[in-house]
């Protein structure tokens, strides 16, 4: 079977269902169709694209809400001599489907299968690897100067949307765009409005006619004449602004130098070809604003877009079910602890970018509102909003996962670290995260973070001591990181608040010969270790201030360390301990396991755990070596 391409057969997604769609390989043949038959095509790629993500599980809703506009898109513009790049990435499953990778979906996210966002390395027609928010804009607008610089002649579009939008990264981007002669095109797909059929047909008509060559040659036509004459432009130039902002949103659009067109119906096929039609002939910066509804067509997941966001499997006909009697999550036990805490403190407030479902805030929202902020997709601003709350003597919680942390490093030393402010870093999805891949693990986190002055930063093992970490964190009344991993905790979590001393850990279990330092998650399957070789395990719980006297103790009477980190091995907790044996002149043999170094591609977490030797029987197996044992 093929790494990229293989999966289950046809048949096993009821074939005989798309009749259409079975004879879609690559985008030509897409546009080998009359136009007629688009509408059918649209209707099987939908059926398609839930049928697919309810056995496999993935992102849903907001595939169900591009499935016109990725159709469009494929039909109108050369593909892939002319390059799209797909925001965040998570709406692609159309596009994959219509891109050669039909079959693959029964592979979707699973090990050795087919990413749930694009990749360069996966198709040609993947022209940028995304998965973080609101980069589409920057990479289009370096496509298309990289074309100017080669005489190249191609388009250049970015699919963003709504809440991408929210990001700095995002206008800075269209900033530069605005000033430079080059053809791109914005789409921004958003989601969160709604079109009455009187409005739409409006806005639908005007989309048309302002993206037509008519308008544009007479404009272009206009602003050279009239701009002989002192004032006359400017005049003309608010008039227009004027007339087409009664209608359109296009004020701040047009004042970054684009052309703004729409808004128009992302599921009217009958409004989209010809716009994007006449876009395509169009010179210079072009901004379509595009109506789009998340799960359209799947009644459940239009009625419940946030819980048809990312689903596991499910019965399309039935729909998603609740787990009862499931083990919480660590997301779960964050989200009780800081409404237990914001019950006790008034100086508590909740922060989120835009992840207030993922991490676990959504009863904190509703029980505080006025102490939940949502600050969009703006990680930068979450870190500094966050200690400008810290400076005024309240005691901000900044749930944020730790892949996201990374875009807010600066404001993390700057603007938190150097004044020593109060800011608890609450890091979701420390470690391998599953089938979201590469992109999302947790993997750098312990690096730089305990790289920082004035940041204490731990891990827990179980639900209890994340619980207690977190309390500690708070009262700490400095910087502190609590990082934690996806999925069900271990353990049962007190509910009582308890401090924990602070870089202090234990040993869980005595042992001879080797000990093994676990750090966070990892004590699970150390201890598992530990049985097999009858070592000593120590739960570390610090990485940063490190317990220097445990290990220092622990080196005296053991002839081998073995340190074990979810997280990658170049730069963090081993390696905080072999510089605190060096320190401390301790000449001692450290094994340090870990994350390689490369990305950790997609999959089940616990096969991927292994696939890197860091289950139980993993660890053993390295210690063994270690030892010389067979």
């Known amino acids: ?9 046809h048949d096993a997604y009821n074939a005989s269902m798309y009749e259409l ?4 390989d690559d985008p030509a043949q897409l546009r080998a169709l009359d136009r007629k038959q688009l509408r059918q095509l649209a209707d099987e790629l939908r059926a398609y694209v839930l049928e697919a993500v309810s056995k496999t599980g993935g992102h849903l809703s907001s595939n169900l809400g591009t499935v016109e506009l990725t159709l469009a898109l494929h039909y109108i513009f050369e593909t892939p001599e002319d390059r799209i790049v797909w925001d965040v990435g998570h709406q692609t499953y159309p596009h994959k489907i219509l891109t050669g990778r039909r079959e693959a979906m029964a592979r979707l996210r699973m090990l050795d299968g087919i990413s749930g966002f694009p990749r360069r390395a996966e198709s040609k027609y993947d022209t940028f690897g995304t998965a973080h928010s609101s980069t589409s804009i920057s990479a289009a607008l370096g496509m298309a100067v990289a074309a100017k610089l080669k005489n190249e002649k191609r388009h250049c579009i970015a699919v963003i949307g ?9 206008y800075e981007a269209m900033n530069n ?16 409005m709604s079109i009455s059929p009187p409005v739409g047909a409006l806005t639908n008509y005007l989309a048309r006619l302002l993206s037509g060559r008519i308008y544009s ?4 036509a206009s602003e050279h004449l009239l701009k002989r004459v002192p004032g006359v432009w400017e005049l003309a130039r608010r008039a227009e602004e004027h007339v087409k902002g009664m209608v359109t949103p296009s004020t701040l659009f047009e004042e970054f130098g684009f052309n703004y067109i729409g808004p128009i119906d992302g599921h009217d096929l009958d409004a989209l070809l010809p716009t994007l039609q006449n876009i395509k002939k169009l010179k210079g910066p072009q901004f379509l604003h595009v109506i789009t509804r998340k799960g359209q067509g799947y009644k459940l997941a239009e009625d419940d877009p946030i819980a048809y966001h990312g689903p596991g499997k499910f019965n399309p006909a039935e729909g998603l079910k609740s787990v009862s009697g499931a083990k919480p999550t660590y997301s779960q036990i964050f989200g009780d602890w800081l409404c237990d805490m914001a019950a006790r403190d008034p100086r508590v407030v909740g922060i989120t970018p835009a992840m207030r479902e993922g991490s676990g805030m959504v009863r904190y929202s509703e029980l505080y509102p006025e102490r939940y902020f949502d600050v969009g997709i703006a990680e930068q601003h979450a870190v500094t909003f966050a200690a400008g709350i810290a400076a005024e003597g309240m005691r901000p919680v900044l749930a944020i996962y730790s892949t996201f942390l990374q875009r807010g490093y600066d404001q993390l030393i700057h603007d938190v670290a150097i004044q020593n402010l109060p800011v608890l870093f609450a890091l979701d999805r420390g470690g391998l995260v599953g089938g979201d891949g590469a992109t999302h693990n947790g993997a750098f986190d312990f690096a730089y973070l305990r790289t920082v002055p004035n940041l204490t930063v731990m891990a827990p093992s179980d639900a209890n001591e994340c619980r207690q970490m977190l309390y500690t964190g708070c009262e700490l009344g400095t910087p502190a990181a609590v990082r934690y991993p996806r999925g069900a905790a271990l353990g049962e979590a007190n509910p009582d608040m308890s401090l924990l001393p602070v870089g202090k850990g234990e040993v869980r279990r005595e042992g001879k010969r080797v000990a093994i330092l ?6 699970k399957p150390a201890l598992e270790a530990g049985e097999a070789l009858d070592a000593t395990v120590a739960n570390m719980r610090f990485v940063k201030p490190l317990d220097a006297g445990l290990v220092r ?18 730069g963090g907790a081993g390696s905080a301990v072999c510089e605190s044996l060096s320190r401390h002149g301790i000449d001692r043999r450290v094994v340090l396991l870990g994350l390689p170094d490369r990305f950790i591609d997609h999959g089940d977490p616990a096969r991927l755990l292994v696939s890197v030797g860091l289950d139980g029987a993993g660890i053993a197996k390295s210690i063994r070596s270690a030892l010389g044992q067979a």
Do not use: C, W, Y
Request: no cysteine.
């Open 518 to 523: 676990a750090f966070g998650a990892m004590l």
């Open 553 to 570: 103790e622990l080196a005296q009477r053991h002839e081998l360390l073995v340190t074990v980190e979810e997280h990658q091995v170049m």
């Open 162 to 170: 709504d809440g991408a939008m929210s990001a700095g990264m995002a």
């Open 1 to 9: 079977m093929n790494a990229i391409t293989g999966g289950l057969p």
């Open 177 to 192: 765009a605005g000033a430079m002669d080059v053809d791109l095109l914005v789409i921004l797909n958003d989601n969160e």
């Open 217 to 220: 040659t007479a404009r272009r």
């Open 21 to 24: 769609l079975k004879t879609i």
